[in-house]
């Protein structure tokens, strides 16, 4: 069974940085893609980056775009956010997303598997 529990949100000031991990387990991953995905109270869930599991290109959402980078460590399963430069509006629950095949999806309802979240909260 996939599971994926994320880690490393917290508390910040705007401007300051945090790194988000996504631990994959359950299976092997090497045709899959993972997301992750953000989302405020009262707001739909946003796309927020992709990459595919083995190799190829990252994907970004425009608010994000030169900020944050995803990666990725397939000897540790993980999945890695880089948040720099972090704004209040960046405030939100975030969720790595995981599915089968190598065209990556930006859209939530692409993906099967979820982690339970972590709250990042950035303070003006």
């Known amino acids: 069974q996939v599971r994926l529990v994320e880690s490393g949100g917290g508390l910040v000031q705007a401007g300051e940085s945090l790194r988000l991990s996504c631990a994959a387990s359950?299976?092997?991953?090497?045709?899959?893609?993972i997301g992750w995905f953000r989302q405020a109270p009262g707001k739909e869930r946003e796309f927020v980056a992709a990459?595919?599991?083995?190799?190829?290109?990252?994907y970004y959402g425009d608010s994000v775009k030169g900020r944050f980078t995803i990666s990725r460590d397939t000897a540790k399963n993980t999945v890695f956010l880089q948040m720099n430069s972090l704004k209040p509006e960046d405030t939100a629950v975030y969720y790595c997303?995981?599915?089968?095949?190598?065209?990556?999806?930006?859209?939530?309802?692409?993906?099967?598997?979820w982690g339970q979240g972590t709250q990042v909260t950035v303070s003006s």
């Open positions: 997303a995981a599915n089968s095949g190598l065209v990556v999806a930006v859209t939530p309802n692409r993906y099967r598997y």
């Open positions: 359950g299976r092997t991953f090497n045709n899959y893609h």
């Open positions: 990459i595919p599991w083995s190799a190829g290109d990252t």
